[in-house]
């Protein structure tokens, strides 16, 4: 059962574990989240600039850059950095992982109930990209 603010929103998951990749997605999908998909750090940020997902599930580690790396990229970048991440890792939440400017935290393995749960408070706290809303705002009082 979709949930009623899941509708038109797409989540980006970053993962390289085949079988992690087939669990998640089929957890967004059945949330009613369209899925995007990335199998390494790079094309997860090349991914999020291009389509703008309403959310990311971020792996730790990852082929070519960790991320954490990717993160920190994403939220580096003005276009990207509303953008709420969450992070899955077997390793344990640490200063690495606060830094990095994620916005939630699931450890592995997941409890689904959780995951869910996180994913929907996070997409319904961002309804609309605030970088959206900025430029429109700046073109308001920029006349
Ligand atoms: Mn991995």
């Known amino acids: ?11 980006l998951i970053v ?14 999908a059945a949330q009613g989240y369209s899925v995007l998909q990335a199998g390494d750090g790079l094309c ?9 997902p309403d959310l990311i599930i971020m792996d730790v580690d990852l082929p070519g850059i960790s991320g954490i790396e990717a ?14 991440i969450i992070i899955t890792t077997a390793y344990e ?5 606060r830094a990095s400017g994620c916005d939630g935290y699931m450890s ?3 409890s689904v109930a959780d995951f869910v749960e996180l994913i929907d408070s996070l997409v319904a706290q961002n309804p609309e990209p605030r970088y959206v809303r900025r430029m ?8």
Do not use: W
Not at 1 to 8: C, D, L, R
């Open 93 to 97: 939440y640490d200063d690495e992982i």
């Open 108 to 110: 592995k393995p997941i």
């Open 136 to 143: 429109i705002e700046e073109n308001i009082s920029a006349g």
């Open 15 to 28: 993962e390289d574990n085949p079988l992690n990749m087939k669990l998640f997605s089929a957890m967004v």
């Open 71 to 84: 993160t920190r990229l994403l939220k580096a970048a003005a276009e990207t950095r509303d953008i709420p």
């Open 1 to 11: 059962m979709a949930s009623p603010n899941s509708s038109g929103k797409s989540i």
């Open 44 to 52: 997860g940020v090349d991914l999020s600039r291009r389509e703008h």
